[in-house]
């Protein structure tokens, strides 16, 4: 099957850094993204990873990719309470389905 | 502008009735997709319209009949739903260019009540 599996749930104090993590399944995945909800809303893009990388920086957010053990995470620096949200992470191979996480609930406090 | 816009942003209906949700993006986008979202679930996708062709159908029951009326609109045409069916219904489109299908934008959603 086709599972994106993360951890249900992080805590973390305003101004840590967070750090979310994703196991994928599909190997011929080219694309992985970060998606953000906040409650009540849709999700918003946050950033994007093509498959030949390991590494991308975007100001407070850091996205590693390990292609061998099939493991994405994003790192959140100085993390604010404007963080806390749900994260979900997605894996598209070029088709028009992108596969979701099961989702990350991050809980900042302050 | 980056924004997929949808209309209306809460419905309630009964079991009975027929109401529709919109969708519009200005991005250029070819590719547009609904998707339904339980509380604390994942988005499922429903269906996707790519160059305002069906593309794909999830086995996504006949109660739920989209629409797509010309490149930049959407519609979900909703009759005789189930309490069940009630959900966030988030609309999306990307910019397929080549081999890439592209990010996915969405909008804010459509939280539906069948009553």
């Known amino acids: 099957g086709e599972d994106v599996e993360q951890s249900l749930f992080l805590s973390v104090r305003e101004g840590d850094s967070s750090v979310i993590n994703c196991t994928y399944t599909?190997?011929?995945?080219?694309?992985l993204y970060w998606y953000k909800q906040e409650p009540g809303a849709g999700l918003q893009l946050l950033t994007y990873?093509?498959?030949?990388?390991d590494m991308k920086q975007d100001q407070r957010l850091t996205v590693l990719l390990n292609k061998k053990d099939k493991h994405l995470s994003l790192r959140i620096a100085d993390t604010q309470t404007g963080d806390s949200a749900i994260y979900f992470c997605?894996?598209?191979?070029?088709?028009?389905?992108?596969?979701f996480g099961t989702g990350t609930r991050l809980k900042v406090l302050a | 502008d980056t924004e997929v816009t949808q209309t209306p942003k809460h419905l309630v209906m009964g079991m009975t009735n027929k109401k529709s949700l919109k969708c519009e993006q200005h991005?250029?986008?070819?590719?547009m997709y609904w998707y339904k979202q339980k509380a604390k679930k994942p988005p499922e996708l429903m269906f996707v319209?790519?160059?305002?062709?069906?593309?794909i159908n999830e086995s996504v029951p006949s109660r739920f009949s989209p629409e797509c009326p010309n490149s930049s609109l959407l519609n979900l045409h909703l009759h005789a739903l189930q309490p069940e069916d009630s959900a966030l219904y988030l609309c999306?489109?990307?910019?397929?260019?080549?081999?890439?299908?592209?990010?996915?934008?969405f909008g804010e959603g459509s939280r539906l009540t069948v009553l």
């Open positions: 999306a489109s990307s910019s397929p260019q080549g081999k890439r299908t592209g990010e996915l934008f």
């Open positions: 599909d190997s011929s995945s080219t694309y």
């Open positions: 990873i093509f498959s030949n990388m």
């Open positions: 997605a894996e598209n191979s070029g088709t028009y389905k992108y596969i």
């Open positions: 991005m250029g986008h070819r590719a």
């Open positions: 319209y790519s160059y305002e062709k069906l593309s």
